[in-house]
């Protein structure tokens, strides 16, 4: 694959030079170098540029990164863009969010001075986004028709990805993930086609098959010997039927289980919607013993207010709180205050986004109670568990001295 054609834009010419001389020695040679904002843009207006990748400087003084950020949507750049600054790291992540809320393809952040493994890293990253396969897999929007198809022709299909206890990394239990076998694109992820069963009604049914095949599941490894306590992702239009907390029950009657095994997780940020509504449900089941957990905690609005309102056992840390935790400050602070809250409530803690031994490592420096990421497994079909635990009984030892 041929190298990309780089504009770098910063307002000091000696940073300039030495980036340019960095990505000249990864094989980097076309590069245009501007100081100012203006000129950057007007190149870039051209269709025949062809920049396929800028490093944009935060801090210069006519034009800021901001504003270029602004004027990039403007343009409607959809090529490649990292973030360069010599300010603290809470500046450069704010930065980053705010561009990738414009929808531009943000490969990352990267602090001054700009180090060569940095941008080699960013590089493959770009290569990896452009490869011919991954330029042909477009996200793709489905119909509310084509939903309810697969949801009543029976191409759901549950997915299951292990959660630890972080202590001694014994199996716990799993969360439910559910997928779509559709029978021309391959596995779909539920990013997208969960929205468009909650804007159009098909929610409730999805669940509800959701739900009830987890259950079974769950009987099937508990008459194998394995007992699992199985999490299950619910919509808030889940919640506002009233007839929902006796359609939980039954089956968990049909399905020989018991009402501590089952555990509902409810995303926060649907959450805050219109909690008042959900509230006689959400409380029934808590009444009947069955466990109500908070997903991605700290990524909407009213947290506490939540937590105060609605009688929750279990939070669920949001991995970008998670992840490199031990070298963020700032996701250290809000990870720890977390924690902190969850103990002082009785409330059982669970992080996600664990993708590494780092990550695990300060998971048990701070005495987190359970934790799932790719670092433990990702998510698997139900045949495929026995296989993954016998793997992870062999690394957990490892891991408990670690």
């Not at 194998?224 to 299950?232: D, F, K, M, P, Q």
Request: hydrophobic residues 45%; contains cysteine; glycine residues 6%.
């Amino acid at each position: 694959m041929a190298a990309p054609r780089v504009l770098l834009l910063d307002d000091e010419p000696f940073q300039l030079k030495l980036l340019s001389r960095q990505l000249a020695n990864l094989g980097l040679d076309r590069v245009d170098t501007f100081t100012s904002g203006q000129e950057a843009l007007t190149l870039l207006e051209q269709q025949a540029s062809g920049v396929q990748m800028i490093f944009l400087d935060l801090n210069m003084p006519s034009m800021d990164g901001v504003e270029f950020i602004r004027r990039l949507v403007d343009i409607r750049y959809t090529s490649a863009l990292v973030l360069v600054s010599g300010e603290d790291e809470r500046i450069l992540d704010t930065s980053v969010r705010l561009a990738r809320a414009h929808h531009l393809n943000v490969l990352g952040h990267v602090n001054k001075p700009v180090q060569p493994e940095t941008i080699r890293a960013l590089l493959e990253k770009w290569r990896n986004q452009t490869t011919p396969k991954a330029a042909g897999e477009a996200r793709k929007r489905y119909s509310a028709a084509e939903v309810r198809r697969a949801v009543a022709g029976g191409e759901l299909v549950n997915y299951y990805q292990p959660k630890v206890e972080v202590m001694s990394g014994a199996l716990k239990g799993v969360e439910t993930l559910v997928r779509w076998r559709h029978p021309e694109d391959g596995l779909v992820f539920p990013d997208q086609f969960i929205g468009v069963a909650e804007e159009h009604g098909i929610i409730d049914d999805l669940t509800r098959i959701v739900l009830t095949e987890a259950l079974t599941q769950a009987r099937r490894w508990r008459e194998a010997g394995l007992v699992l306590r199985i999490a299950v992702n619910v919509s808030m239009d889940n919640l506002a039927r009233l007839d929902f907390t006796d359609f939980v029950l039954g089956q968990i009657v049909r399905s020989g289980a018991t009402p501590e095994e089952l555990i509902l997780e409810v995303t926060e940020s649907r959450l805050m919607t219109d909690a008042l509504a959900s509230l006689d449900t959400l409380t029934r089941l808590r009444l009947k013993k069955i466990s109500l957990s908070i997903d991605d905690l700290g990524t909407g609005n009213s947290s506490l207010a939540q937590l105060r309102d609605i009688p929750f056992d279990e939070i669920k840390i949001d991995r970008s709180f998670v992840h490199g935790a031990c070298r963020d400050n700032t996701r250290n602070a809000i990870f720890t205050a977390s924690l902190g809250m969850a103990r002082q409530l009785g409330i059982a803690t669970v992080a996600e986004g664990v993708e590494d031994q780092a990550d695990w490592d300060f998971l048990r420096q701070q005495g987190c109670d359970l934790a799932q990421g790719y670092f433990i497994a990702r998510a698997m079909p139900a045949e495929d568990l026995p296989a993954w635990l016998t793997a992870w009984e062999t690394r957990r030892p490892l891991l408990a001295l670690s």
